[in-house]
């Protein structure tokens, strides 16, 4: 398996542009996973799922973030519209199982908001 | 809520060298810890897993450790190499909890 692949692997766009990362998780990983990493905060878990139903959102910073997984292989994190402070390295992961598997990580999309 | 804290920040040492990155964690109600390797522009590596419910684990040069009662783990690393520059953070998943929480990370450099 190629591992957890994400595009694009950088994205420059300015304020108020919408903003799109992909994700493609580990063929027959039941867990996807959105995080946020910057170098205030570290990493943060954004939002994850299970069978392709989200599960926990909580931490979703703002209604100007959502994300979707129309099919088993394909996961998208949307910003709308972008903001300067939205500029950090998006991580997506997937796991077969939630708690006792480890998380394999994609090599994550740095978007810079202009 | 959990907190994950890992000192020092940042260690250089000289290749060769055995070395200990230490992690800490606020509630001791675990699930479990892993350790993962983040190289610059790059995604996370999975090293260690440790269950609650053992005490160490080891693989190749590296060995980690838990005490679960004093809020602690240890990755020790034996013989390093330039190689093993990279960024280290501890994960701690709670039982009760959805979700990782991570450490900081300590930015290990290891000169030739």
């Known amino acids: 398996d190629a591992g957890v692949i994400q595009s694009p692997r950088h994205e420059v766009t300015e304020m108020g542009q919408e903003v799109t990362l992909r994700c493609k998780p580990i063929s027959g990983h039941d867990y996807l996973f959105w995080y946020r990493q910057t170098m205030m905060r570290g990493l943060e878990l954004l939002i994850y799922?299970?069978?392709?139903?989200?599960?926990?959102d909580s931490g979703m910073p703002e209604d100007r973030f959502s994300a979707k997984m129309p099919n088993a292989s394909f996961s998208t994190l949307k910003i709308q519209p972008s903001e300067p402070r939205d500029s950090a390295v998006y991580f997506c992961?997937?796991?077969?199982?939630?708690?006792?598997?480890?998380?394999?990580f994609g090599p994550g999309t740095r978007l810079t908001v202009l | 809520k959990q907190e994950v804290t890992q000192i020092p920040a940042a260690l250089s040492v000289p290749e060769g060298e055995n070395l200990v990155l230490n992690c800490s964690f606020t509630?001791?109600?675990?699930?479990?810890l892993q350790w993962f390797r983040q190289d610059p522009g790059k995604g996370l590596t999975s090293l260690l897993l440790?269950?609650?419910?053992?005490r160490e684990q080891t693989s190749g040069r590296l060995n980690a450790s838990l005490d679960k009662s004093s809020g602690r783990s240890t990755l020790y690393i034996a013989a390093s190499q330039p190689g093993d520059s990279a960024t280290y953070l501890c994960?701690?998943?709670?039982?009760?909890?959805?979700?990782?929480?991570f450490g900081t990370g300590t930015r290990l450099t290891v000169i030739p």
């Open positions: 799922f299970n069978n392709n139903v989200p599960i926990d």
């Open positions: 440790i269950q609650s419910s053992q």
């Open positions: 994960a701690v998943r709670g039982t009760g909890a959805n979700n990782l929480f």
């Open positions: 509630d001791s109600a675990i699930y479990n």
């Open positions: 992961a997937s796991s077969w199982r939630l708690v006792t598997d480890t998380q394999y």
